[in-house]
Nanobody, 128 residues
């Protein structure tokens, strides 16, 4: 069982930056592909970014490509999301998630249904 805890959310003006962190409590963090998802009020949860367990490959949603960057530190059981040039439409609750499906070093999934463990979320609010 993996426990995940997000931090780093807050209120920021449009154009600003935030760095989200996700701390994992289990011993097998380095075995999991990881992802970030977000949910805006009244909308469904959507994919933001994901990273293979090795950290060698990543994918980002088109809406955040070039502005957000996912990364991980397996030695510290940490997942990150660097968010730059934030827009009001980036507002929402951001969740980190772990996928315990055995995957090759370059493998990942952008589907929420692939993820087995979820954090409680951290609120990001971008004002215009």
């Amino acid at each position: 069982q993996e426990q995940l805890a997000e931090s780093g959310g807050g209120l920021v003006q449009a154009g600003g930056s935030l760095r989200l962190s996700c701390a994992a409590s289990g011993r097998t963090f380095s075995n999991y592909a990881m992802g970030w998802f977000r949910q805006a009020p009244g909308k469904e949860r959507e994919f933001v970014a994901c990273i293979s367990w090795s950290g060698d490959t990543t994918a980002h949603a088109e809406s955040v490509k070039g502005r957000f960057a996912i990364s991980r530190d397996n030695a510290k059981n940490r997942l990150f999301l660097q968010m730059n040039s934030l827009k009001p439409e980036d507002t929402g609750v951001y969740y980190c998630a772990a996928d315990d499906t055995p995957r090759p070093p370059y493998g990942y999934s952008g589907l929420a249904s692939s993820y087995d463990y979820w954090g409680q979320g951290t609120q990001v609010t971008v004002s215009s």
